[in-house]
Protein backbone atom coordinates (compact mmCIF):
# COMPACT_ATOMS: atom_id res chain seq x y z
CA UNK A 1 0.00 0.00 0.00
CA UNK A 2 2.71 2.78 1.02
CA UNK A 3 4.59 1.82 -2.24
CA UNK A 4 0.68 2.37 -4.67
CA UNK A 5 0.76 5.62 -2.62
CA UNK A 6 3.97 6.80 -3.60
CA UNK A 7 3.68 6.34 -7.26
CA UNK A 8 0.78 9.08 -7.03
CA UNK A 9 2.45 11.72 -5.93
CA UNK A 10 1.67 14.99 -7.34
CA UNK A 11 4.71 16.58 -9.33
CA UNK A 12 4.58 19.65 -6.94
CA UNK A 13 2.77 21.49 -4.59
CA UNK A 14 2.73 25.06 -4.32
CA UNK A 15 2.51 27.18 -0.87
CA UNK A 16 2.53 31.08 -0.47
CA UNK A 17 5.65 32.20 1.93
CA UNK A 18 3.11 33.58 4.55
CA UNK A 19 1.86 29.95 4.44
CA UNK A 20 5.21 28.86 4.60
CA UNK A 21 6.20 30.97 7.52
CA UNK A 22 3.27 29.45 9.42
CA UNK A 23 4.18 25.78 8.68
CA UNK A 24 7.49 26.87 10.24
CA UNK A 25 6.17 27.99 13.57
CA UNK A 26 3.58 25.20 13.74
CA UNK A 27 6.94 22.58 13.26
CA UNK A 28 9.01 23.83 15.31
CA UNK A 29 6.13 23.59 18.30
CA UNK A 30 5.27 19.88 17.39
CA UNK A 31 8.99 19.14 17.64
CA UNK A 32 9.39 20.85 20.78
CA UNK A 33 6.47 18.38 21.66
CA UNK A 34 7.93 15.38 20.10
CA UNK A 35 10.78 14.37 22.76
CA UNK A 36 8.82 15.00 25.95
CA UNK A 37 6.49 12.09 24.04
CA UNK A 38 10.01 10.07 23.70
CA UNK A 39 10.48 10.41 27.23
CA UNK A 40 7.30 9.26 28.10
CA UNK A 41 7.64 6.02 26.74
CA UNK A 42 11.06 5.45 27.66
CA UNK A 43 10.21 5.62 31.40
CA UNK A 44 7.19 3.39 30.74
CA UNK A 45 9.09 0.81 28.92
CA UNK A 46 12.23 1.18 31.23
CA UNK A 47 10.91 1.78 34.68
CA UNK A 48 7.24 0.42 34.51
CA UNK A 49 7.20 -2.99 32.53
CA UNK A 50 5.84 -2.32 29.61
CA UNK A 51 6.57 -3.94 26.25
CA UNK A 52 7.73 -1.45 23.22
CA UNK A 53 4.47 -3.10 21.10
CA UNK A 54 2.43 -2.12 23.72
CA UNK A 55 2.85 1.32 25.11
CA UNK A 56 2.71 1.94 21.01
CA UNK A 57 -0.63 0.37 20.57
CA UNK A 58 -1.62 2.13 23.88
CA UNK A 59 -0.22 5.72 22.17
CA UNK A 60 -2.42 4.73 19.13
CA UNK A 61 -5.51 3.80 20.86
CA UNK A 62 -5.67 6.91 22.50
CA UNK A 63 -5.02 9.33 19.46
CA UNK A 64 -8.19 7.68 18.32
CA UNK A 65 -10.01 8.00 21.18
CA UNK A 66 -9.44 11.60 21.51
CA UNK A 67 -9.36 12.55 17.92
CA UNK A 68 -13.33 11.21 17.13
CA UNK A 69 -14.88 13.10 19.48
CA UNK A 70 -13.34 15.87 19.13
CA UNK A 71 -13.88 15.86 15.44
CA UNK A 72 -17.37 15.03 15.57
CA UNK A 73 -18.05 17.91 17.73
CA UNK A 74 -15.76 20.12 15.34
CA UNK A 75 -16.07 18.69 11.87
CA UNK A 76 -19.33 16.36 12.17
CA UNK A 77 -19.19 13.32 9.33
CA UNK A 78 -16.56 15.02 7.95
CA UNK A 79 -13.88 13.35 10.18
CA UNK A 80 -14.90 9.77 9.07
CA UNK A 81 -14.29 10.48 5.41
CA UNK A 82 -11.54 10.98 3.27
CA UNK A 83 -10.75 10.57 -0.45
CA UNK A 84 -7.06 9.28 0.53
CA UNK A 85 -8.25 6.81 3.13
CA UNK A 86 -5.87 4.25 1.82
CA UNK A 87 -3.20 6.70 1.89
CA UNK A 88 -4.31 7.58 5.30
CA UNK A 89 -4.04 4.10 6.67
CA UNK A 90 -0.67 3.66 5.10
CA UNK A 91 0.61 6.69 7.21
CA UNK A 92 -0.60 5.22 10.02
CA UNK A 93 1.42 2.36 9.12
CA UNK A 94 4.55 4.54 8.76
CA UNK A 95 3.97 5.87 11.91
CA UNK A 96 3.50 3.04 14.26
CA UNK A 97 6.59 1.14 12.89
CA UNK A 98 8.55 4.18 13.17
CA UNK A 99 7.36 4.57 16.54
CA UNK A 100 8.06 0.81 17.31
CA UNK A 101 11.29 0.76 16.30
CA UNK A 102 11.72 4.53 18.13
CA UNK A 103 10.99 3.17 21.41
CA UNK A 104 12.82 -0.62 20.77
CA UNK A 105 15.79 2.54 20.38
CA UNK A 106 15.21 4.11 23.81
CA UNK A 107 14.98 1.15 25.80
CA UNK A 108 18.52 0.71 24.60
CA UNK A 109 20.08 4.01 24.09
CA UNK A 110 20.08 7.55 26.08
CA UNK A 111 17.41 9.63 25.28
CA UNK A 112 20.22 12.08 23.58
CA UNK A 113 21.61 9.37 21.67
CA UNK A 114 18.46 8.41 20.30
CA UNK A 115 17.34 11.41 19.19
CA UNK A 116 20.87 12.82 17.92
CA UNK A 117 20.55 9.71 15.44
CA UNK A 118 17.08 9.75 14.98
CA UNK A 119 17.71 13.30 12.99
CA UNK A 120 18.95 11.57 9.43
CA UNK A 121 15.38 11.97 9.37
CA UNK A 122 15.42 15.47 7.65
CA UNK A 123 18.26 14.57 5.11
CA UNK A 124 15.96 11.75 4.16
CA UNK A 125 12.89 13.91 4.11
CA UNK A 126 15.04 16.19 1.79
CA UNK A 127 15.94 13.32 0.02
CA UNK A 128 12.14 12.36 -0.68
CA UNK A 129 10.88 15.62 -1.40
CA UNK A 130 12.95 16.03 -4.17
CA UNK A 131 12.84 12.33 -5.67
CA UNK A 132 8.22 11.87 -5.34
CA UNK A 133 7.47 15.69 -4.77
CA UNK A 134 9.83 17.22 -7.01
CA UNK A 135 10.65 20.32 -4.99
CA UNK A 136 13.46 22.55 -5.58
CA UNK A 137 16.27 22.33 -3.03
CA UNK A 138 18.79 24.92 -3.77
CA UNK A 139 22.16 24.90 -2.00
CA UNK A 140 21.42 27.13 0.86
CA UNK A 141 19.04 24.64 1.92
CA UNK A 142 20.91 21.46 1.46
CA UNK A 143 24.03 23.25 3.43
CA UNK A 144 21.57 24.26 6.04
CA UNK A 145 20.16 20.53 6.06
CA UNK A 146 23.79 19.24 6.18
CA UNK A 147 25.22 21.68 8.86
CA UNK A 148 22.57 21.03 11.46
CA UNK A 149 23.00 17.44 10.68
CA UNK A 150 26.96 17.99 11.27
CA UNK A 151 24.96 19.45 14.70
CA UNK A 152 23.51 16.53 15.95
CA UNK A 153 26.48 14.64 15.40
CA UNK A 154 28.64 16.85 18.04
CA UNK A 155 25.96 16.75 20.25
CA UNK A 156 26.28 13.35 20.61
CA UNK A 157 29.56 11.88 19.61
CA UNK A 158 29.90 8.77 17.57
CA UNK A 159 30.83 5.38 19.75
CA UNK A 160 30.66 1.74 19.34
CA UNK A 161 27.67 1.61 21.77
CA UNK A 162 25.56 4.53 19.87
CA UNK A 163 26.89 3.15 16.18
CA UNK A 164 26.05 -0.78 17.16
CA UNK A 165 23.21 -3.12 16.48
CA UNK A 166 20.60 -0.85 18.52
CA UNK A 167 21.16 2.08 16.51
CA UNK A 168 19.60 0.90 13.64
CA UNK A 169 16.49 0.70 15.00
CA UNK A 170 16.58 4.87 15.37
CA UNK A 171 17.61 4.73 11.83
CA UNK A 172 14.45 2.65 10.39
CA UNK A 173 12.61 4.98 12.73
CA UNK A 174 13.75 8.10 11.06
CA UNK A 175 13.65 6.05 7.21
CA UNK A 176 9.42 5.44 8.45
CA UNK A 177 9.05 9.01 10.01
CA UNK A 178 9.91 11.03 6.82
CA UNK A 179 7.95 8.56 4.63
CA UNK A 180 4.87 9.48 6.77
CA UNK A 181 5.67 13.19 6.53
CA UNK A 182 5.89 12.96 2.76
CA UNK A 183 2.81 11.34 2.52
CA UNK A 184 1.01 13.70 4.96
CA UNK A 185 1.77 16.17 1.98
CA UNK A 186 -0.24 14.06 -0.77
CA UNK A 187 -2.56 12.89 2.08
CA UNK A 188 -3.69 16.52 3.16
CA UNK A 189 -5.77 16.70 -0.32
CA UNK A 190 -9.30 16.78 0.31
CA UNK A 191 -8.99 15.61 3.95
CA UNK A 192 -8.96 17.29 7.13
CA UNK A 193 -6.45 17.18 9.78
CA UNK A 194 -8.61 15.72 12.02
CA UNK A 195 -9.63 13.19 9.55
CA UNK A 196 -6.03 12.72 8.51
CA UNK A 197 -5.02 11.80 12.16
CA UNK A 198 -7.98 9.80 12.51
CA UNK A 199 -7.46 7.09 9.92
CA UNK A 200 -3.58 7.10 10.26
CA UNK A 201 -4.61 5.85 14.21
CA UNK A 202 -6.69 3.33 12.64
CA UNK A 203 -3.81 2.34 10.58
CA UNK A 204 -1.31 2.18 13.00
CA UNK A 205 -3.84 0.43 14.95
CA UNK A 206 -4.12 -2.76 12.54
CA UNK A 207 -0.28 -2.74 12.50
CA UNK A 208 0.44 -3.02 16.21
CA UNK A 209 -2.59 -5.15 16.63
CA UNK A 210 -1.12 -7.94 13.76
CA UNK A 211 2.40 -7.77 15.40
CA UNK A 212 1.17 -8.18 19.00
CA UNK A 213 -0.59 -11.25 17.73
CA UNK A 214 1.83 -12.51 16.05
CA UNK A 215 4.84 -11.88 18.48
CA UNK A 216 3.09 -12.37 22.09
CA UNK A 217 2.23 -16.34 21.26
CA UNK A 218 5.85 -16.81 20.36
CA UNK A 219 7.22 -14.73 23.15
CA UNK A 220 8.80 -12.19 21.86
CA UNK A 221 9.66 -10.00 24.53
CA UNK A 222 8.51 -6.25 23.00
CA UNK A 223 5.28 -7.35 21.50
CA UNK A 224 4.34 -9.36 24.72
CA UNK A 225 1.03 -7.55 26.72
CA UNK A 226 0.35 -6.99 29.79
CA UNK A 227 -2.23 -5.09 31.90
CA UNK A 228 -0.68 -1.53 33.13
CA UNK A 229 -1.22 -1.20 37.30
CA UNK A 230 -1.37 2.06 38.78
CA UNK A 231 -2.58 5.55 38.73
CA UNK A 232 0.80 6.84 37.73
CA UNK A 233 1.08 4.46 34.38
CA UNK A 234 -2.34 5.52 33.55
CA UNK A 235 -1.44 8.88 33.39
CA UNK A 236 2.10 8.67 31.57
CA UNK A 237 -0.18 6.59 29.06
CA UNK A 238 -2.91 8.96 28.68
CA UNK A 239 -0.10 11.86 28.90
CA UNK A 240 1.55 9.66 25.45
CA UNK A 241 -1.96 9.04 24.03
CA UNK A 242 -2.43 13.28 24.20
CA UNK A 243 1.05 14.97 23.23
CA UNK A 244 1.27 12.42 19.93
CA UNK A 245 -2.24 13.78 19.10
CA UNK A 246 -1.54 16.90 19.60
CA UNK A 247 2.34 17.00 18.08
CA UNK A 248 1.17 14.98 14.79
CA UNK A 249 -1.81 17.54 14.54
CA UNK A 250 0.87 20.64 14.27
CA UNK A 251 2.91 17.90 11.78
CA UNK A 252 0.14 17.70 9.60
CA UNK A 253 -1.12 21.52 9.31
CA UNK A 254 2.52 22.14 8.89
CA UNK A 255 3.10 20.09 5.74
CA UNK A 256 -0.14 21.20 4.88
CA UNK A 257 1.13 24.51 4.22
CA UNK A 258 5.14 24.07 3.79
CA UNK A 259 7.68 22.27 1.31
CA UNK A 260 8.49 19.21 3.53
CA UNK A 261 12.43 20.44 2.26
CA UNK A 262 12.12 23.63 4.05
CA UNK A 263 10.50 22.05 6.99
CA UNK A 264 12.98 19.60 7.23
CA UNK A 265 16.18 21.40 9.16
CA UNK A 266 13.34 23.06 11.75
CA UNK A 267 12.91 19.14 13.21
CA UNK A 268 16.43 19.76 14.95
CA UNK A 269 14.86 21.47 17.89
CA UNK A 270 13.75 17.98 18.73
CA UNK A 271 17.61 17.83 19.57
CA UNK A 272 17.45 20.41 21.61
CA UNK A 273 14.38 19.03 23.75
CA UNK A 274 15.58 16.23 23.75
CA UNK A 275 18.56 17.49 25.87
CA UNK A 276 16.90 19.40 27.72
CA UNK A 277 14.37 16.11 29.18
CA UNK A 278 17.73 14.55 29.16
CA UNK A 279 18.83 16.72 31.83
CA UNK A 280 15.49 17.43 33.95
CA UNK A 281 14.45 13.31 33.80
CA UNK A 282 17.44 11.35 33.62
CA UNK A 283 20.11 13.82 34.84
CA UNK A 284 22.17 14.39 31.42
CA UNK A 285 24.25 17.14 31.49
CA UNK A 286 25.28 18.34 28.56
CA UNK A 287 29.01 19.29 28.02
CA UNK A 288 30.74 21.85 26.00
CA UNK A 289 30.65 19.74 23.20
CA UNK A 290 26.86 19.37 23.03
CA UNK A 291 26.19 22.98 23.69
CA UNK A 292 28.25 23.95 20.41
CA UNK A 293 26.25 21.50 18.63
CA UNK A 294 23.09 22.72 19.73
CA UNK A 295 24.21 26.24 18.60
CA UNK A 296 24.78 24.59 15.13
CA UNK A 297 21.23 23.08 15.00
CA UNK A 298 19.42 26.19 16.24
CA UNK A 299 21.47 28.09 14.26
CA UNK A 300 20.81 26.32 10.89
CA UNK A 301 17.23 26.37 11.33
CA UNK A 302 17.25 30.30 11.74
CA UNK A 303 18.83 30.61 8.65
CA UNK A 304 16.58 28.95 6.68
CA UNK A 305 13.83 30.93 8.67
CA UNK A 306 15.38 33.88 8.15
CA UNK A 307 15.40 33.22 3.64
CA UNK A 308 11.59 32.64 4.14
CA UNK A 309 11.32 35.58 6.50
CA UNK A 310 13.36 37.88 3.01
CA UNK A 311 10.96 36.24 0.56
CA UNK A 312 7.81 36.90 2.39
CA UNK A 313 8.90 40.76 2.03
CA UNK A 314 10.01 40.85 -1.08
CA UNK A 315 7.30 41.29 -2.94
CA UNK A 316 7.16 39.34 -6.73
CA UNK A 317 8.53 41.52 -10.08
CA UNK A 318 5.95 42.08 -12.04
CA UNK A 319 6.21 41.19 -15.56
CA UNK A 320 7.97 43.13 -17.60
CA UNK A 321 6.76 44.75 -20.94
CA UNK A 322 7.45 44.26 -23.60
Known sequence: MPGTAMSSLPTRLENTPAETLRGIGLVIAASALVPGLDAIGKLLVTEHGLSVGEASLYRFC????????????????????????????????????????????????????????FM?????????????????????????????????LIIVRP??????????LPVAAAAAIALYLILSRRASRGTTPLAMQFFAGLGGIVVLGAAM????????????????????????????????????????EAYKLAPASVLAPFSYVEIVSAVLLGLLIFGEFPDAPKWLGIAIVVGSGLFIYWREQRSARVPEKPPRLR
Open 120 to 152: IGPLIVTLLSALLLKEHVGWRRTAAVFTGFAGA
Open 159 to 168: SYAVFGPASL
Open 213 to 252: LFGHPFGIAELSFSVPRGAWVWTLIVASGALSTLAHLLFV
Open 62 to 117: LQVALILPVGLALEGAMVLRSPQIRLNLGRGACLAIGGLCLLGGLRFMPLGDTIAI
